[in-house]
């Protein structure tokens, strides 16, 4: 089993920006890809973004504006969100995966005001 927990969600201002962190904990061996999704009221949850091996890919509403990155010796990912928008407003959650085994962060809220 893996743990997942978010931290750093919050409400800001149109162009502001937030960092989420998402800590790994327990049986960690292994774990192939880590990074994040997002769903917003009445939306399907959606891919932001991934780090898989060295690679990254993001969704296209967030290219050149949010980074993922991947600090293996504290098993942490992070989301850098900058110049964020208000239609960025969603529940943000953790995502790795082990195998074939998908594992979820319990979500943090980021709130974009206009």
Same mark, same amino acid.
């Given at each position: 089993?893996? /743990?997942?927990? =978010?931290?750093?969600?919050? +409400? &800001? ?9 998402? @800590?790994? $904990? ?12 997002? /769903?917003?009221? =009445?939306?399907?949850?959606? +891919? &932001? ?9 993001? @969704?296209? $509403? ?53």
């Amino acid at each position: 089993q893996v /743990q997942l927990v =978010e931290s750093g969600g919050g +409400l &800001v201002q149109a162009g502001g920006s937030l960092r989420l962190s998402c @800590a790994a $904990s327990g049986n960690i061996f292994s774990i192939a890809a880590m990074g994040w999704y997002r /769903q917003a009221p =009445e939306k399907q949850r959606e +891919l &932001v973004a991934m780090t898989r091996g060295g690679t990254t890919n993001y @969704a296209d $509403s967030v290219k050149g504006r949010f980074t993922i990155s991947r600090d293996n010796a504290k098993n942490t990912v992070y989301l850098q969100m900058n110049s964020l928008k208000p239609e960025d407003t969603a529940v943000y959650y953790c995502y790795a995966r082990q195998a074939l085994t998908a594992y979820w962060g319990q979500g943090t809220q980021v709130t974009v005001s206009s």
